[in-house]
């Protein structure tokens, strides 16, 4: 079965402190896509970065990194230098190979001044 | 700025009232998708578009459908809203299914 779990229902960090948000997958597919959506309370799912499980290099945008582990099925998120701005759900998704995309229950991050 | 545009951002319908959500993108994306997320739950995906083929998942109820007039719009009626369809529906778009999806801002449906 496919299935994306993320362990961690909240987080709290300090402002300017890096955090890492974790996210496990199950797939038997070879060829599949690792996402990450941030949802302030406002509801909106901003994307924020991508992973393809046959990339060779740990994805990068701005402030977001992916610290993918294909062999232990891990595409962990790290956030650095955390700003107040950075409160909100953070989901962890996986496209199948019907492009369907399958969610985790979220990480609540909570950045404290 | 390309985008989704969801309207309105809050709804409220009567039990039983038949409610319409729109969704609209200027990204020429093939691909419309209609999501549904309860309060502190992952969002559910309903059914999506592929140009104008529909593709519903299994466990939709038939209480929802929807509608493609063309590229650039999508609709989520509901025939018949219970107390327990209210939730945040959200519409996404992309340009092939094996691409990222891009979410609108969401509308917020309460049933009275």
């Known amino acids: 079965a496919q299935k994306i779990t993320q362990t961690q229902p909240g987080m709290f960090v300090q402002e300017k402190e890096a955090v890492t948000l974790d996210c496990t997958y199950d797939?038997?597919?070879?060829?599949?896509?690792l996402f990450w959506y941030k949802q302030p309370s406002s509801g909106e799912m901003i994307f924020l970065i991508y992973?393809?499980?046959?990339?060779?290099q740990n994805a990068t945008e701005g402030r977001y990194s992916l610290n993918f582990q294909k062999a232990r099925k891990s595409a962990n998120l790290v956030i650095s230098a955390s700003q107040l701005g950075d409160s909100a759900m953070y989901f962890c998704?996986?496209?199948?190979?019907?492009?369907?995309?399958?969610f985790g229950q979220g990480t609540e991050l909570s950045v404290k001044p | 700025d390309a985008m989704v545009i969801q309207n309105p951002r809050y709804q409220v319908t009567q039990f039983g009232k038949p409610v319409t959500l729109s969704c609209s993108q200027t990204?020429?994306?093939?691909?419309m998708y209609w999501y549904q997320q309860k309060s502190s739950q992952a969002p559910k995906l309903l059914f999506h578009?592929?140009?104008?083929?529909?593709?519903n998942e299994a466990d939709t109820p038939d209480n929802f459908q929807s509608r493609r007039p063309n590229t650039s719009f999508c609709f989520l009626d509901i025939r018949s809203p219970g107390l327990g369809d209210a939730a945040m529906y959200l519409c996404?778009?992309?340009?092939?299914?094996?691409?990222?999806?891009?979410f609108g801002p969401g509308t917020r449906l309460l049933v009275l």
């Open positions: 990204l020429n994306h093939n691909v």
């Open positions: 797939t038997s597919d070879p060829s599949y896509g």
């Open positions: 996404a778009t992309s340009e092939e299914r094996q691409e990222t999806q891009y």
């Open positions: 992973q393809g499980s046959y990339d060779q």
């Open positions: 998704a996986m496209r199948n190979q019907g492009g369907k995309l399958i």
């Open positions: 578009y592929y140009d104008k083929d529909f593709n």
